[in-house]
């Protein structure tokens, strides 16, 4: 037999890494030109086509040396790239390369963070990390996710554990699917919708809601919603759940990098009165994906999660010592996604997070201010994190929706929609640091031409 591909790590692993990650540097800078702009061209069947001309067979019977190559260039030319800023559409951030670079060594050395003898250091670090996040939330301890669908879920699954199966969800009508669909997931009742005509949970609306209501009640707020990066009213809902013996969710799976920012750190008061948290660094935190956490308020909640498995947590080893780590996710292999988050925190520090916090929330600021000056433009109001709703001056849904599928297909720039007011709105969200001044204006610039034809 001939000998095998060389491994990752090990004695031969960076030396056999070392011209790959070349190649693959390589790669993603041609792909990259290759592409162009922020997105490729020519929408779906287009770039369906060109994939499927650099992938060829799948699987086929003798193997490519080329594929590492190929296969990256092709990827990077049909990627819709967070770091162009002309790519603003959704909650889908520029990763760091500190970062990026951080999870190769989670690839390389691959610790499964479900037994203590997979991931020795890996345990002790996701330990510490997330004690020292939940901290920042005002909360006791945090579970590593793969994002906000996953943290929200397992709020859900500790409450009605703590609460029975009758427990029921109540939340804004803007809040993310994700948590209904949770609750739809865990077998409970359906949950109680709050309108919310101003896109943010009105707390006379919630205590009418709350009021009378006998069983269990979770009231799921959002800091930043995934529309329009509002900020529910926390301290009022956190006042009222504590009157009316509610429990409290709050989804800040966008709004919770907040924290890191002296200036807008205060928009967050009152998330520290809660027993769960979403917090998902893949949006505000500048992380590869994935990068979710929940935290919580009582650790000792999480005994729900318990499991026995022999292998991987026997009795006589927890015993001896040994972490027993099967509680700490409903997932069993489990990659160190805490190891670059934990190098961002250490390389930037608070306030290193903090800037580049100000500094996409200021570009917001701009570029609202723009479209606010800019007769041609209708701006939906002012930002409160980094999104910014805008729609052309008297044009219909129609409209909207095809100007941001105009820019798609040409490949020109990245625009999110969102629905609001019962109207369509063009939605950009400013997650790149590196963005400036030229760069919003050639956004709104690139709109009004579509707009325009
Ligand atoms: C407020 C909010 N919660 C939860 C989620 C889900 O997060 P993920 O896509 O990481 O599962 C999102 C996604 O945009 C969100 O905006």
New binding site residues.
């Given amino acids: 037999m001939s000998t095998p591909p060389p491994l990752a790590s090990g004695p031969d692993g960076p030396d056999a890494l070392r011209p790959l990650l070349d190649t693959v540097l390589d790669a993603l800078a041609t792909g990259r030109r290759a592409r162009g702009g922020p997105l490729p061209a020519g929408g779906p069947d287009a770039v369906a086509a060109r994939l499927a001309d650099t992938l060829g067979d799948a699987l086929p019977d003798d193997g490519d040396p080329d594929a590492l190559r190929a296969l990256v260039h092709a990827l990077a030319a049909g990627a819709a790239d967070p770091a162009d800023p002309l790519c603003a559409a ?2 889908h951030c520029p990763p760091l390369a500190v970062a990026t670079a951080a999870d190769l060594a989670v690839s390389a050395l691959n610790p499964s963070l479900d037994s203590w003898d997979q991931a020795p250091a890996a345990s002790a670090l996701e330990a510490a990390v997330t004690r020292a996040l939940a901290h920042t939330a005002g909360l006791a301890d945090a579970l590593v996710t ?5 943290s ?1 879920q397992l709020a859900l699954l500790l409450a009605r554990e703590a609460h029975g199966s009758g427990l029921r969800l109540v939340c804004g009508a803007g809040a ?1 699917h ?1 948590l209904p669909r949770a609750a739809w997931l865990l077998g409970l009742p359906d949950p109680v919708v709050v309108p919310t005509p101003q896109g943010i949970l009105d707390p006379a609306a919630l205590h009418r809601v709350l009021t009378g209501r006998t069983g269990p009640l979770l009231v799921a707020a ?1 800091a ?3 529309d329009a990066g509002l900020i529910d009213p926390l301290p009022e809902i956190a006042g009222l759940c504590a009157a009316h013996g509610a429990r409290l969710h709050i ?1 800040a ?2 709004g919770g990098g907040l924290l890191f920012s002296d200036r807008h750190r205060d928009k967050l008061a009152g998330l520290e009165a809660a027993h769960t948290v ?1 917090l ?1 660094l ?2 505000l935190g500048w992380q590869p994906v994935a990068a ?1 956490l929940l935290a919580v308020a009582r650790p000792r909640e999480l005994a729900a999660l318990h499991q026995r498995a022999d292998y991987l947590n026997a009795d006589d080893d927890t015993e001896a010592g040994y972490p027993d780590l099967l509680d700490r996710s409903l997932r069993t292999t489990r990659r160190p996604d805490i190891l670059k988050i934990a190098v961002t925190l250490k390389t930037l520090g608070r306030s290193g997070l903090g800037a580049l916090v100000d500094q996409v929330c200021a570009r917001a600021r701009e570029f609202a201010a723009l479209v606010h000056t800019h007769p041609g433009f209708e701006l939906y109001g002012r930002p409160v994190i980094s999104t910014v709703l805008f729609r052309p001056a008297g044009a219909d849904d129609d409209t909207v929706a095809a100007v941001r599928r105009g820019l798609l297909e040409e490949g020109r720039a990245v625009l999110g929609r969102a629905r609001l007011d019962g109207r369509l709105w063009l939605k950009a969200t400013l997650l790149n640091p590196h963005t400036g001044p030229d760069e919003l204006a050639q956004l709104l610039e690139l709109a009004e031409r579509t707009t325009t034809g």
């Fill in positions: 959704h909650l793969t994002g906000g669908t996953e929200n993310h994700s959002t930043g919603t995934t989804d799976a966008y979403t998902d893949h949006k979710g």
